[in-house]
């Protein structure tokens, strides 16, 4: 089946046209599609949307479907797929300060864990008219552009990650009991080297991460700052404008993502995703 492959932005990103998600993927397409996710980062896959079953098939191909924190997101028959329902059903679902919603921070799914999730498949089932976009960041590409003094000032570091944390704009949604067990405190590296590509980037969660180990918080806190200020320039992101059907597979570890929460009210917005396993970050 002839398909293409085509960069969307200088930054990141690859649109993959002329593929049936649906239908099973030749060896010669898988290992076309996994080289360019480890080189772009970011596939957007145009498509109808799946079921659910043949979503969970399809990203097979590039991983190990796991078990996600929040069970009342999940999908009765296939509970490794999650069903992510963002519509503002009334008015006053929609917050005035929309910094007050935990999608529009900055994040990469899953640091609260040892083991965080290498990558994500997000497929929208319903788009608003507008807004919704969902923003990109290039952790690598940030990595590599910041200036030397900065780089060996955090080479050494390591960041405890919390399933919340002060320093995020919005609070996380309440835990049951299970789920609480499961999000014990974890520290990773702040720069991180890529298992497959080994290239480094920063891995800082500016919802999850809490603090640098070892540092008072007013020092760790001036250190995320910067870091942070550094990340959300302009010329390390990427936003993508939903389609209906459209399949975003992204790279966790190089990647950071946040929503664009202004869409109209009663306006369905919904995404089924699927997390893959990763390794202890390095
Ligand atoms: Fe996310």
Same mark, same amino acid.
């Given at each position: 089946?002839?398909?293409?492959?085509?960069?969307?932005?200088?930054?990141?990103?690859? *649109?993959?046209?002329?593929?049936?998600?649906?239908?099973?993927?030749?060896?010669?397409?898988?290992?076309?599609?996994?080289?360019?996710?480890?080189? +772009? @980062?970011?596939?957007?896959?145009?498509?109808?949307?799946?079921?659910?079953? #043949?979503?969970?098939?399809?990203?097979?191909?590039?991983?190990?479907?796991?078990? /996600?924190?929040?069970?009342?997101?999940?999908?009765?028959?296939?509970?490794?797929?999650?069903?992510?329902?963002?519509? +503002?059903?009334?008015?006053? =679902?929609?917050? #005035?300060?929309?910094? #007050?919603?935990?999608?529009?921070?900055?994040?990469?799914?899953?640091? +609260?864990?040892?083991?965080?999730?290498?990558?994500?498949?997000?497929?929208?089932?319903?788009?608003?008219?507008?807004? !919704? /976009?969902? *923003?990109?960041?290039?952790?690598?590409?940030? +990595?590599?552009?910041?200036?030397?003094?900065?780089?060996?000032?955090?080479?050494?570091?390591?960041?405890?990650?919390?399933? =919340?944390?002060?320093?995020?704009?919005?609070?996380?949604?309440?835990?049951?009991?299970?789920?609480?067990?499961?999000?014990? =405190?974890?520290?990773?590296?702040?720069?991180?080297?890529?298992?497959?590509?080994?290239?480094?980037?920063?891995?800082?969660?500016?919802?999850?991460?809490? @603090?640098?180990? !070892?540092?008072? &918080?007013?020092?760790?806190?001036?250190?995320?700052?910067?870091?942070?200020?550094?990340?959300?320039?302009?010329?390390?992101?990427?936003? @993508?404008?939903?389609?209906?059907?459209?399949?975003?597979?992204?790279?966790? &570890?190089?990647?950071?993502?946040?929503?664009?929460?202004?869409?109209?009210? !009663?306006?369905?917005?919904?995404?089924?995703?699927?997390?893959?396993?990763?390794?202890?970050?390095?």
């Amino acid at each position: 089946m002839p398909f293409d492959i085509k960069p969307v932005s200088s930054v990141m990103g690859a *649109r993959v046209t002329g593929l049936d998600l649906s239908q099973p993927i030749s060896d010669t397409a898988e290992n076309a599609l996994k080289a360019a996710f480890l080189q +772009y @980062h970011l596939l957007c896959f145009e498509s109808r949307p799946l079921s659910v079953e #043949k979503f969970l098939v399809f990203a097979r191909v590039f991983g190990t479907p796991q078990l /996600q924190l929040l069970s009342n997101l999940q999908d009765n028959n296939f509970p490794e797929v999650s069903i992510l329902n963002s519509t +503002y059903k009334t008015r006053h =679902d929609k917050p #005035k300060d929309l910094a #007050k919603l935990r999608l529009s921070g900055w994040h990469t799914d899953d640091s +609260y864990f040892e083991k965080p999730a290498k990558a994500t498949l997000l497929q929208a089932l319903h788009v608003p008219d507008k807004g !919704g /976009q969902t *923003r990109f960041i290039n952790t690598r590409l940030a +990595y590599e552009r910041m200036p030397e003094a900065v780089k060996n000032n955090v080479a050494k570091l390591e960041a405890t990650h919390c399933y =919340d944390t002060v320093r995020a704009a919005a609070r996380a949604q309440k835990l049951t009991a299970e789920e609480q067990q499961k999000t014990n =405190d974890v520290v990773h590296p702040l720069i991180r080297t890529h298992e497959e590509t080994g290239r480094q980037a920063i891995y800082l969660n500016p919802n999850r991460t809490d @603090h640098i180990r !070892g540092k008072s &918080r007013k020092e760790s806190d001036a250190i995320l700052d910067v870091l942070y200020a550094w990340l959300i320039k302009k010329d390390f992101q990427y936003e @993508h404008n939903w389609r209906r059907g459209d399949l975003l597979l992204w790279d966790n &570890r190089c990647l950071l993502h946040s929503v664009n929460v202004d869409f109209p009210v !009663g306006q369905r917005r919904e995404h089924q995703r699927i997390l893959l396993q990763g390794t202890r970050p390095v």
